[in-house]
């Protein structure tokens, strides 16, 4: 596995080119501040919550504007993202050990894909909106 570093963050602000939110810029600051593994690993753990928060409450805003046919696709869409989300992981589990960068690149691998798809469903609703 590689050197024990701060994961990788593709930027500095709160959003992309695009506008797409990408890591909060608190999470960019504390991975910056960042001097161990453990501090590093809290980081990610905060981020996953608000990258969580965030997933939720735009999957909340798409349900109430999609129509009933919406809200089934939707539902499908989310279902498999969740199974996989889960097939990711176990895949990822024969790939990473035991150690302190290993559950570091572990932990930005749950990180990405919760933000990924969060960035997605926001797409969806300015898409609708």
């Known amino acids: 596995m590689t050197a024990l570093a701060a994961p990788a963050v593709a930027s500095?602000?709160?959003q992309d080119a695009a506008g797409?939110?990408?890591?909060?810029?608190?999470?960019?600051?504390?991975?910056?501040?960042?001097r161990n593994a453990i501090e590093h690993a809290a980081c990610m753990s905060d981020e996953q919550d608000v990258q969580q928060k965030r997933m939720d409450r735009t999957l909340a805003a798409l349900n109430a504007t999609l129509d009933a046919a919406g809200r089934t696709g939707l539902a499908a869409s989310q279902a498999a993202w969740h199974a996989s989300t889960a097939q990711d992981a176990e895949f990822e589990a024969t790939l990473y050990g035991a150690t302190q960068v290993d559950?570091?690149?572990?932990?930005?691998?749950?990180?990405v894909r919760l933000r990924t798809?969060?960035?997605?469903?926001?797409?969806?609703?300015?898409?609708?909106?």
């Open 20 to 34: 797409a939110s990408t890591s909060s810029v608190t999470y960019v600051t504390c991975q910056a501040d960042a």
């Open 117 to 129: 798809r969060a960035d997605q469903l926001a797409h969806y609703l300015r898409l609708i909106d």
């Open 12 to 14: 500095a602000s709160a």
């Open 103 to 111: 559950n570091l690149e572990s932990g930005e691998a749950v990180l």
